[in-house]
């Protein structure tokens, strides 16, 4: 799904949810090749020029979501939580935290082990490359953005920018942890699985038919 189109349909739901008119939700999915720039980018994260990104076919975008610039493609997962932090006594903190830890729960189902490190956000390995990144954002108590998840996607277009501001990071993958392809849908209901637990969810698979079928009338095209 093109990354502006998942956008829209996050504002949607998180109206949608604000207003009681759905539960928490959390949308699985990948996007084509797209750079996303976050409230705290910089030019200096595209050190050869917006436009030759855009000459390799990839698009440009800045999002609301916390955090630098971060890319995202085919064979990537990418989990945006549409959910009340009500539950988490408004604790963003501890929201993110969890969220590490579906991560690394859901590579360990893989055989890949990950962590977190101190005073960075998001999943690495134990060699220190980046596996998993995390951006959210919070209005009015309910949150959009969430994660990415390197599972089979190609790593080179990270090492032509600043990955989530960090001069020489280092990127991994499922597929290179592990040397071999893996299945994304397979990976996903594992995550599924993981979210529910952790965040003390029971989990009901929709498809997106089903969610913009019980959007308020308002919320279609807000």
């Not at 999002?63 to 009340?84: A, E, F, K, N, W």
């Not at 599924?192 to 038919?209: I, K, P, S």
Request: charged fraction near 25%; aromatic fraction near 8%.
């Amino acid at each position: 799904m093109p990354y502006d189109e998942a956008f829209a349909l996050q504002k949607q739901i998180e109206r949608a949810r604000r207003e009681g008119a759905l539960p928490d939700v959390l949308v699985l999915l990948e996007h084509p090749p797209t750079y996303t720039r976050g409230r705290r980018s910089g030019p200096d994260e595209f050190p050869m020029g917006v436009e030759w990104y855009a000459a390799q076919g990839i698009e440009v975008v800045d999002s609301d979501r916390g955090g630098r610039v971060t890319y995202h493609g085919p064979g990537q997962l990418v989990g945006y939580p549409i959910v009340s932090l009500r539950p988490y006594r408004d604790d963003v903190h501890d929201y993110i935290r969890r969220m590490e830890r579906v991560i690394v729960a859901s590579l360990a189902a893989f055989g890949v082990e990950a962590g977190v490190m101190d005073g960075l956000t998001g999943v690495w390995t134990p060699a220190g490359r980046k596996i998993a990144s995390i951006g959210v954002h919070v209005s009015r108590g309910v949150t959009t953005h969430g994660f990415a998840i390197n599972v089979n996607n190609d790593l080179q277009p990270f090492g032509w920018v600043v990955p989530c501001g960090i001069e020489h990071c280092q990127m991994s993958s499922v597929a290179r942890e592990t040397r071999r392809r893996q299945s994304l849908e397979h990976f996903m209901d594992v995550v599924e699985c993981e979210f529910a637990a952790v965040y003390g969810r029971d989990a009901t698979e929709v498809d997106r038919a089903t969610i913009e079928a019980r959007l308020p009338v308002e919320a279609v095209g807000a």
